[in-house]
């Protein structure tokens, strides 16, 4: 299940968020989004768990969790819409 985190510390990197995650179950992957120019973190990120009960389980403890300070918001990903281009 891909799960969406939202409101991360700025400053988290993918291997804090893995752990969050990773006492719930197995997770596969993380990616936490960036700013193509600075490089810096938009404050969100995705999680990929194989399991879905573990997914679900882990949605349902972090989810409003404090974490560095910042409340997260998680829940599972949508797919994403597309958007049209910029032509200029």
Do not use: C, H
């Amino acid at each position: 299940m891909n799960i969406y985190v939202g409101n991360l510390f700025y400053g988290m990197s993918e291997d804090e968020l893995r752990d969050q995650f990773a006492s719930y179950g197995e997770v596969s992957s993380v990616r936490i989004i960036t700013d193509r120019e600075t490089r810096r973190s938009k404050g969100f990120g995705f999680v990929d768990m194989p399991n879905d009960e573990e997914a679900k389980r882990a949605i349902e403890e972090l989810n409003g969790k404090e974490v560095s300070g910042r409340t997260l918001r998680v829940n599972e990903a949508r797919p994403r819409e597309e958007r049209p281009r910029n032509r200029y």
